[in-house]
T-cell receptor
Framework: DTGVSQDPRHKITKRGQNVTFRCDPI?????LYWYRQTLGQGPEFLTY????????KSRLLSDRFSAERPKGSFSTLEIQRTEQGDSAMYLC???????????FGQGTRLTVV | GENVEQHPSTLSVQEGDSAVIKCTYS??????FPWYKQELGKRPQLIID?????GEKKDQRIAVTLNKTAKHFSLHITETQPEDSAVYFC???????????FGKGTRLSVIA
């Protein structure tokens, strides 16, 4: 599969635990986005990278969230001290160039219990 | 920042009828407007997009229209089929340096 892949697909964690998600974009895409999607809502922007540089973070992104893209390839999103409100689908998307098609991964569904 | 409103939130049509979903945006600088389809349990996938230098774009049974003056754009699906049943999202961005802002989605049900 040459598309965007995310791991894990599902994660159940206890409140207060830390979790980390991984996204592998399409190899030639230099832009990578993280979105969060809750039931009945559209994807909400969290943060994005151009190559290894994190260019923008949403106000939605509390200091418990951190993202990296160390070599400009895969990216990780970490949530520390998870809260029940963090339960959502976390989507990664990659783009080859500005204002072009965003290719989404299957997402990681996080459930905080 | 950009704000995108999408209507209706749910839409049911008979197979073979047309479906129309409308979106409005707030940032007059927005110039790229994609539409994504998300089937249950699957990833969002682009079905059509339009740029501000074009008023209408068609791809088989799907068309998108853009009215920059009124700041709204619409998705039109003709001859609907059961496999068109999904959630559809509109989005907008002023430029490639600004992430896409999505509407809340429209759940389309095509009844056979």
């Amino acid at each position: 599969d040459t598309g965007v892949s995310q791991d894990p697909r599902h994660k159940i964690t206890k409140r207060g635990q830390n979790v980390t998600f991984r996204c592998d974009p399409i190899s030639e895409h230099n832009r990578l986005y993280w979105y969060r999607q809750t039931l009945g809502q559209g994807p909400e922007f969290l943060t994005y990278f151009q190559n290894e540089a994190q260019l923008e973070k949403s106000r939605l992104l509390s200091d418990r969230f951190s993202a990296e893209r160390p070599k400009g390839s895969f990216s990780t999103l970490e949530i520390q001290r998870t809260e029940q409100g963090d339960s959502a689908m976390y989507l990664c998307a990659s783009v080859i160039a500005a204002a072009t098609e965003a290719f989404f991964g299957q997402g990681t569904r996080l459930t905080v219990v | 920042g950009e704000n995108v409103e999408q209507h209706p939130s749910t839409l049911s049509v008979q197979e073979g009828d047309s479906a129309v979903i409308k979106c409005t945006y707030s940032d007059s600088a927005s110039n790229y407007f994609p539409w994504y389809k998300q089937e249950l349990g699957k990833r969002p996938q682009l079905i059509i997009d339009i740029r501000s230098n074009v008023g209408e774009k068609k791809d088989q049974r799907i068309a998108v229209t853009l009215n920059k003056t009124a700041k709204h754009f619409s998705l039109h699906i003709t001859e609907t089929q059961p496999e068109d049943s999904a959630v559809y999202f509109c989005a907008a961005t002023p430029d490639g340096n600004t992430p896409l802002v999505f509407g809340k989605g429209t759940r389309l049900s095509v009844i056979a």
